[in-house]
């Protein structure tokens, strides 16, 4: 293994990382150009993910690896042992289920909710390339092409009603022919406008 071990102390990486609170840190060292942490799942009651019957009937352990936000310029990976568990619900279809840690792990997800959430504003703000490369300055590599995925795995936001809108019709080529719906939203209709939604004085 390469590198020195730099501190074995949950207090320090609390510090640096406080989403690291729910778990016991065994190990940080540096390898190559990136930080890595050896933690695990303490022992603790977990709810099924199906039933949600509180379980701590241990099936077996294994390592997930999670990429974090830099630390001081290097890339941060995360080895986290976590627990397989059954679920001994009589009518739960479900007979094992890994646990999940509320700030630090997502089913099926390789980076931790913080840096998916770094991942996505970027995307939200800079669009393909243009968060591609702002990504790149605080040491994470995605393509264009992956910024915008997860872009558009994103929630839409819940929208307002609209109170007036503007009808527009247009042709795209011959015989085909669309519609737009503009919301026509003034500033400072809502306490100067009337219902038809134009300025009522």
């Given at each position: 293994?390469?590198?020195?071990i730099?501190?074995e102390?949950?207090?320090?990486?609390?510090?640096?990382?406080?989403?690291?609170?729910?778990?016991r840190?065994?190990?940080?060292?540096?390898?190559?150009d990136?930080?890595?942490?050896?933690?695990?799942?303490?022992?603790?009651?977990?709810?099924c993910?199906d039933c949600?019957?509180d379980?701590?009937?241990?099936h077996?352990?294994?390592?997930?690896?999670?990429?974090?936000?830099?630390?001081?310029?290097?890339?941060?990976?995360?080895?986290?042992?976590?627990?397989?568990?059954?679920?001994?619900?009589?009518?739960?279809g479900r007979r094992?289920?890994?646990?999940?840690?509320?700030?630090?792990?997502v089913?099926?997800?390789?980076r931790?909710?913080?840096l998916?959430?770094?991942?996505?504003m970027?995307?939200?703000?800079?669009?393909?390339r243009?968060g591609?490369?702002?990504?790149?300055?605080?040491?994470?590599?995605l393509?264009?092409?992956s910024?915008?995925?997860?872009?558009?795995?994103?929630p839409l936001?819940?929208?307002?009603?609209?109170?007036?809108?503007?009808?527009?019709?247009?042709?795209?080529?011959?015989?085909v022919y669309?519609t737009?719906?503009?919301w026509m939203?003034?500033?400072?209709?809502r306490s100067?406008?009337?219902?038809?939604?134009?300025?009522?004085n």
């Amino acid at each position: 293994m390469g590198g020195g071990i730099v501190s074995e102390c949950d207090d320090l990486v609390g510090i640096v990382s406080p989403h690291l609170d729910a778990v016991r840190v065994e190990r940080v060292w540096v390898e190559g150009d990136a930080v890595r942490i050896s933690a695990r799942t303490r022992e603790l009651m977990v709810a099924c993910t199906d039933c949600g019957r509180d379980s701590t009937r241990v099936h077996s352990r294994y390592t997930r690896t999670l990429a974090d936000r830099a630390v001081g310029g290097r890339p941060l990976l995360i080895n986290l042992s976590v627990r397989r568990l059954f679920c001994d619900g009589p009518r739960c279809g479900r007979r094992t289920f890994a646990e999940q840690v509320d700030e630090l792990t997502v089913r099926y997800q390789r980076r931790t909710p913080l840096l998916q959430h770094l991942v996505e504003m970027a995307g939200v703000l800079l669009a393909g390339r243009g968060g591609a490369r702002l990504l790149q300055i605080v040491n994470v590599t995605l393509s264009p092409t992956s910024v915008l995925f997860h872009l558009m795995r994103m929630p839409l936001p819940s929208a307002a009603t609209p109170r007036v809108l503007g009808v527009d019709d247009f042709a795209l080529y011959a015989d085909v022919y669309g519609t737009l719906l503009v919301w026509m939203l003034i500033p400072g209709c809502r306490s100067r406008c009337g219902r038809d939604g134009t300025p009522s004085n």
